[in-house]
T-cell receptor, first 114, second 112 residues
Framework: AQKVTQTQTSISVMEKTTVTMDCVYETQDSSYFLFWYKQTASGEIVFLIR??????ENATVGHYSLNFQKPKSSIGLIITATQIEDSAVYFC???????????FGIGTRVLVRP | EAAVTQSPRNKVTVTGGNVTLSCRQT?????MYWYRQDTGHGLRLIHY???????QIGDVPDGYKATRTTQEDFFLLLELASPSQTSLYFCASKDRANTEVFFGKGTRLTVV
């Protein structure tokens, strides 16, 4: 069975700085997909960025990037030049190659202070 | 972008009551999901479906039924609601080929 663990429950940073969130995962599959989602204050959940396990290059989208360390089963999310609107809960998720289930971590709450 | 619409957005029911949560997606996605979100647990999968008439068991299915009547519509049924089912419920969908999942805005259910 898959498992996704986010150990940081909350992080507080100053605006315009960089925040890094951790996520480790467990899977028996050789091929899998990793995702980060953002839940805004209104409750809306939006997709941010994805890493396919067979790709060595870290994914980057806008000011979001990933630190994929496959030997450590780790997929960290890095947000650079944070803005107030980056304040949200961030979920790490995993999907295996065989099925179509997404397994989520419990989330990390980020507060960006002015 | 895919549209996933949930109704109602808020619902209060009594213990033992019968509740149906509705979800419609308008992008002809094959897969639809029901999740519940609780503090300390994140998002947990209740049931999912890969097409009309299909139902797959998720990770926390006890006390829930679901039915996919059409490609667009997926319903979550609580036939004997209990206070432990008080939660925020999310519906989601995705295309067979596209691994990105799109979420609805959620339904807050309170069982008193």
């Amino acid at each position: 069975a898959q498992k996704v663990t986010q150990t940081q429950t909350s992080i507080s940073v100053m605006e315009k700085t960089t925040v890094t969130m951790d996520c480790v995962y467990e899977t028996q599959d050789s091929s899998y997909f990793l995702f980060w989602y953002k839940q805004t204050a209104s409750g809306e959940i939006v997709f941010l960025i994805r890493q396919d396990s067979y790709k060595k290059e870290n994914a980057t989208v806008g000011h979001y990037s990933l630190n994929f360390q496959k030997p450590k089963s780790s997929i960290g999310l890095i947000i650079t030049a944070t803005q107030i609107e980056d304040s949200a809960v961030y979920f790490c998720a995993m999907r295996d190659s065989a099925g179509n289930k997404l397994t989520f971590g419990i989330g990390t709450r980020v507060l960006v202070r002015p | 972008e895919a549209a996933v619409t949930q109704s109602p957005r808020n619902k209060v029911t009594v213990t033992g009551g019968n509740v149906t949560l509705s979800c419609r997606q308008t992008n002809s996605h094959n897969y639809m999901y029901w999740y519940r979100q609780d503090t300390g647990h994140g998002l947990r999968l209740i049931h999912y479906s890969y097409g009309a008439g299909n139902l797959q068991i998720g990770d926390v299915p006890d006390g829930y039924k679901a039915t996919r009547t059409t490609q667009e519509d997926f319903f979550l049924l609580l036939e004997l609601a209990s206070p432990s089912q008080t939660s925020l419920y999310f519906c989601a969908s995705k295309d067979r080929a596209n691994t990105e999942v799109f979420f609805g805005k959620g339904t807050r259910l309170t069982v008193v």
